[in-house]
Every structure is written in structure tokens, then in C-alpha cells.
């Protein structure tokens, strides 16, 4: 059974950071491609971030480029989000899921089959 594990949310000043976890089990992590989502409250989830299964390759959505930073450790079955200079229209819960084959198409939602319940991120102004 494959389950997804995130942490590391809280509520942090406008201008902060925060570094969220995925821990991932009951799948080989190392082969798989991983993302993460976000979704705020009224809002349909939305493209974070997305690694490759080696850590090499990495894509991002606009609002968040340059700002946050997706890695993963293939020994701790971890996969993180390194969120920096954060601002109030980033509050949102986090979830990580697993990519459904390649980089293809990484921004649509549908293409992740498993996803973890989420962590909660709130930015104050």
C-alpha cells in the first residue's frame, strides 16, 4: 500500500522559509517521478513543483520560480520543497503525490495517482 507522509508546515512571516517532507512507503521510490501541489482554500489544487526519479531534472510553476526548490533523497524515500521568500498568496496545504510515468504532462493533476493528505502552510503579512 503506498502511502504519502508530508510535514514541515506552520505559520511563518511574509519574507520566510519553511522546508516541507514527503516520506513516501510501500512503493520503490527511486523509480518514480514525484510533485508537489498545492491548494488553497475555494481553489482547485495547482502545480507546485515536480523532480525526476534521479533528482536531476526539475520543472516548476511560474508563481513560485526562482523561490522554491524541490529535492528528494532516494536512500530516505524524502522527497522536500525548500520554500523561500514566501508570501501571503502562497497559504495554502501542500501535498506531495506520485507521478504516473514520465515528465509528461506534469502539470495536470490527473497524471499523479497517489497523493499524501497534505500540510498546512500559512503566510501572515
Known amino acids: 500500500q503506498v502511502q504519502l507522509v508530508e510535514s514541515g508546515g506552520g505559520l511563518v512571516q511574509a519574507g520566510g522559509s519553511l522546508r516541507l517532507s514527503c516520506v513516501a512507503s510501500?512503493?520503490?521510490?527511486?523509480?518514480?517521478?514525484m510533485g508537489w501541489f498545492r491548494q488553497a482554500p475555494g481553489k482547485e489544487r495547482e502545480f507546485v513543483a515536480v523532480?525526476?526519479?534521479?533528482?536531476?531534472?526539475?520543472q516548476y510553476a511560474d508563481s513560485v520560480k526562482g523561490r522554491f526548490t524541490i529535492s528528494r533523497d532516494n536512500a530516505k524515500n524524502t522527497v522536500y520543497l525548500q520554500m523561500n521568500s514566501l508570501k501571503p498568496e502562497d497559504t495554502a496545504a501542500y501535498h506531495c503525490?506520485?507521478?504516473?510515468?514520465?515528465?509528461?504532462?506534469?502539470?495536470?493533476?490527473?497524471?499523479?495517482?497517489?497523493w499524501g493528505q497534505g500540510t498546512q502552510v500559512t503566510v501572515s503579512s
Open positions: 503525490a506520485r507521478k504516473i510515468g514520465s515528465l509528461y504532462d506534469y502539470y495536470n493533476r490527473g497524471s499523479y495517482d497517489y
Open positions: 510501500g512503493l520503490t521510490f527511486g523509480n518514480h517521478n
Open positions: 523532480i525526476d526519479w534521479s533528482g536531476t531534472s526539475t
